[in-house]
Antibody, heavy 118, light 107 residues
Framework: QVTLKESGPGILQPSHTLSLTCSFS??????????VSWIRQPSGKGLEWLAS???????YNNPSLKSRLTVSKDTSNNQAFLKVTSVDTADTATYYC??????????WGQGVMVTVSS | DIQMTQSPSVLSASVGDRVTLNCKAS??????LNWYQQKLGEAPKLLIY???NLQTGIPSRFSGSGSGTDYTLTISSLQPEDVATYFC?????????FGSGTKLEIK
């Protein structure tokens, strides 16, 4: 059974760096074809794919966030991480991590709400 | 970037109706199209992957079809628990993109 859970600061100030952790079970990020994606959703709005990291270390970021995104993984501890630098109010959203295969995101975490406010 | 356009944005139908939701890509996505269901206050759930493959545990009343730029999600007999917003998603090319969603309501 695949499960994922996101954790993060809840609230942070503009210009700071957002750090999120995805802790998962039921699969390994060292297994061929496995990946983790990050997706966010502002309240009442649509979904935005942010980044994906794969079993082989390859990463893909959404260029709409320019170079603000960094995704990484700790295979031994079954965790993936997302950092977003220079946050502003537009980054306020629920952030999800999702177990990803070549067929796309399959299982999603419950999401973590992040508010950017001074 | 590939733009995904969903229609209608809101759909109201009766229990038992056959319902069709549409998704159009701005270019050919080679059937790399998924459908997700998001109920209020919950995370999205995968229904269909690669156009017409039913995810494990999803009821058979859900089905998908399409090719090229045009895709559909069909619910053969609408049930009250199907009230949700449905998103299409292309994973043919980076950056991956979602449609803006169709909100499905019961009349």
């Amino acid at each position: 059974q695949v499960t994922l859970k996101e954790s993060g600061p809840g609230i942070l100030q503009p210009s700071h760096t957002l750090s999120l952790t995805c802790s998962f079970s039921g699969f390994s990020l060292s297994t061929y074809g496995m990946g983790v994606s990050w997706i966010r959703q502002p309240s009442g709005k649509g979904l935005e794919w942010l980044a994906s990291i794969w079993w082989n270390g390859n990463t893909y970021n959404n260029p709409s966030l320019k170079s603000r995104l960094t995704v990484s993984k700790d295979t031994s501890n079954n965790q993936a991480f997302l950092k977003v630098t220079s946050v502003d109010t537009a980054d306020t959203a629920t952030y999800y991590c999702a177990h990803t295969r070549p067929t796309g995101p399959h299982y999603w975490g419950q999401g973590v709400m992040v508010t950017v406010s001074s | 970037d590939i733009q995904m356009t969903q229609s209608p944005s809101v759909l109201s139908a009766s229990v038992g109706d056959r319902v069709t939701l549409n998704c159009k890509a701005s270019q050919n996505i080679n059937k790399y199209l998924n459908w997700y269901q998001q109920k209020l206050g919950e995370a999205p759930k995968l229904l269909i992957y690669n156009t017409n493959n039913l995810q494990t545990g999803i009821p058979s009343r859900f089905s998908g079809s399409g090719s090229g730029t045009d895709y559909t999600l069909t619910i053969s007999s609408l049930q009250p628990e199907d009230v949700a917003t449905y998103f299409c998603f292309q994973h043919n090319s980076w950056p991956l993109t979602f449609g803006s969603g169709t909100k499905l309501e019961i009349k």
